[in-house]
C-alpha cells in the first residue's frame, strides 16, 4: 500500500499522541494501581481512541479533497489539449472544408437552377407552338373551344385557345414524369396553347415549387377515390360538405405544413389562392366533356392532388 503525504502526517500524529499518553501513564510517579483507577475515572480509552479517529477523519478528508483537486486540473488540461488539437486541424484542413462547402453550394445552386428552369418550361413550349401556329391553319376535333372571333381566310385572332382534347389535358396536369416521357412533354405543348390551361399548368407548377420547399410531393400523398359526380357537383358551384370527398387528403403533417404555411407566407398564401382560382375556373370547363372515366383519371393528377390538399387548409370542402 502506497502512502501519500496526508497518511503520513496522520501517523505522525497518531504516534505522537500515543507516546505522550505513553509517556504520562509510564512516567507517572504513583503507584500501578493509582494510574489505572485514574484511567479508568477518566475513561482513558475514549480520550486514547477519539483525538485518533478525529486525526484520521481529518486527514482523509484532505486526501479526498486533494484527489477530486487533481481529477479536476487532469480534465482541464484534457479540455485544453482537445481545443489545441481541434484548432491546429482547423488551421491545416481549413481549405479543404472550405472547398467542400463551396462544392455543397455549388450543388444547391445547380438544383435551386433546375427547378427555375422546369417553371421556364411552359413559357418556352408557348413560344414555340406559337410559332408553329402562325405558320398553320389546320384543325383538329376541339374540347376546349375559342371565345375569340375568328379572322378572314380561315387565320385564328393572336393569343387565342386552340382545341384541347380531354386526354391531353389530363396529362398535362400531370406533368411529365422524367425528361424520357415524350407523350407528357407533347400533351403539355398542346396544354400551353390553351390561353386557359396554361394559366392554370403555370399556377400549379408555382405552387408545386413551392410546396416543395417543405418536402411535400404529391408523388407521396395518397388521397381518397372520388366518384364522378362530386366532381360535377363542385364543377356546378357546391360547396361545403357535400363535396368533403375531394378533400380527401389524410396525411396530417403536409396538412400541419401548409397551414402554417398560409397563415405565415403571404406569398405562398397568394399563390395558393391563384391556383385554387385557376383550377375553378378550368375544371369548370373541362366537366362539360368530360365522361366518368375522365373524371376518375384525373383525380389521380399531381394538380389535382395539390389541389385538395390546398383546398382542404383553406375550407373549401367545410
Known amino acids: 500500500m502506497r502512502f501519500g503525504k496526508t497518511e503520513i502526517v496522520a501517523i505522525v500524529l497518531c504516534t505522537v499522541w ?38 484520521w477523519i481529518i486527514m482523509s478528508t484532505i486526501r479526498t ?33 472550405n472547398a467542400f462547402m463551396l462544392k455543397k453550394l455549388d450543388e444547391i445552386s445547380n438544383a435551386i437552377h433546375k427547378i427555375e428552369t422546369q417553371r421556364d418550361i411552359s413559357h418556352d413550349f ?68 390553351n390561353r386557359e390551361t396554361a394559366q392554370l399548368i403555370q399556377a400549379a407548377k408555382d405552387i408545386l415549387t413551392l410546396l416543395s420547399q417543405d418536402g411535400i410531393y404529391m408523388d407521396d400523398l395518397r388521397p381518397d377515390n372520388v366518384r364522378p359526380e362530386v366532381w360535377r ?33 403571404a406569398i405562398f398564401r397568394d399563390a395558393a389562392h391563384h391556383f385554387l382560382r385557376q383550377f375553378d375556373r378550368a375544371i369548370s370547363t373541362f366537366t362539360i366533356t368530360a365522361t366518368d372515366v375522365d373524371l376518375s383519371t384525373l383525380s389521380n393528377t399531381r394538380t389535382v392532388r395539390a389541389f385538395m390538399l390546398l383546398g382542404r387548409v383553406a375550407g373549401t370542402f367545410d
Open 233 to 265: 357537383q363542385f364543377a356546378s358551384g357546391s360547396r361545403g360538405r357535400s363535396i368533403s370527398s375531394l378533400g380527401g387528403v389524410r396525411d396530417n403533417t403536409s396538412l400541419a405544413v401548409v397551414a402554417g404555411r398560409m397563415k405565415q407566407d
Open 65 to 97: 479533497n486533494r484527489l477530486i483537486h487533481e481529477e479536476s486540473q487532469r480534465f482541464r488540461d484534457a479540455i485544453a489539449s482537445i481545443n489545441k488539437i481541434n484548432i491546429t486541424q482547423q488551421q491545416e484542413y481549413g481549405s479543404e472544408v
Open 126 to 193: 408557348q413560344f414555340s407552338e406559337q410559332r408553329q401556329q402562325n405558320t398553320s391553319v389546320e384543325e383538329t376535333p376541339a374540347v376546349f373551344e375559342d371565345d375569340q372571333p375568328t379572322l378572314a381566310l380561315g387565320t385564328i385572332a393572336e393569343n387565342s385557345k386552340p382545341v384541347l382534347h380531354n386526354s391531353d389535358f389530363i396529362q398535362a396536369l400531370n406533368f411529365p414524369e422524367n425528361t424520357e416521357d415524350k407523350n407528357g412533354f407533347a400533351s403539355l405543348r398542346k396544354a400551353m396553347q
Open 18 to 55: 500515543l507516546l505522550g499518553l505513553a509517556s504520562v501513564f509510564f512516567l507517572d510517579s504513583t503507584t500501578p494501581a493509582d494510574r489505572l483507577n485514574n484511567i479508568q475515572l477518566q475513561s482513558a480509552t475514549l480520550a486514547i481512541f477519539i483525538p485518533i479517529a478525529v486525526i
